[in-house]
Nanobody
Framework: QVQLVESGGGLVQPGNSLRLSCAVS????????IGWFRQAPGKEREGVAY????????GYSDSVKGRFIISRDNTKNTVYLQMNSLKPEDTAVYYC??????????????????????WGKGTLVTVSS
């Protein structure tokens, strides 16, 4: 029912910015949570930024707080991740994921993003000089 397609990844120098997009194909996301996750080489997948579609509430991991901003465009059914002051350690494949809000929250709290039902294929972000 829900399809997610990420775009915007690429090579960027440390300190620069990049904006990722997640196009959502769904009739309604009013009862869903959606967010960005990333997986660096040799590391497990981790949450980055989250958004509750119905009320717009957001949350961020400590590693990106103050640097990244998640937002939505309701008319385009698109979620964005504005990444500023990028660091080499931000290098990873970034995924957009979503699920019913209750399940989304539970997956975040338990640290099991793999439990989320809907995933995009990912977009690679490489931060290097």
């Amino acid at each position: 029912q829900v399809q997610l397609v990420e775009s915007g990844g690429g090579l960027v120098q440390p300190g620069n910015s990049l904006r990722l997009s997640c196009a959502v194909s769904a009739f309604s996301l009013d009862d869903h949570g959606i967010g960005w996750f990333r997986q660096a080489p040799g590391k497990e997948r981790e949450g980055v930024a989250y958004l509750s579609w119905s009320d717009g509430n957001t949350g961020y991991s400590d590693s990106v707080k103050g640097r990244f901003i998640i937002s939505r465009d309701n008319t385009k059914n698109t979620v964005y991740l504005q990444m500023n002051s990028l660091k080499p350690e931000d290098t990873a494949v970034y995924y957009c994921a979503a699920d019913l809000l209750t399940k989304f929250i539970n997956a975040i709290i338990t640290g099991q993003p793999g439990d989320l039902h809907y995933w995009g294929k990912g977009t690679l972000v490489t931060v290097s000089s």
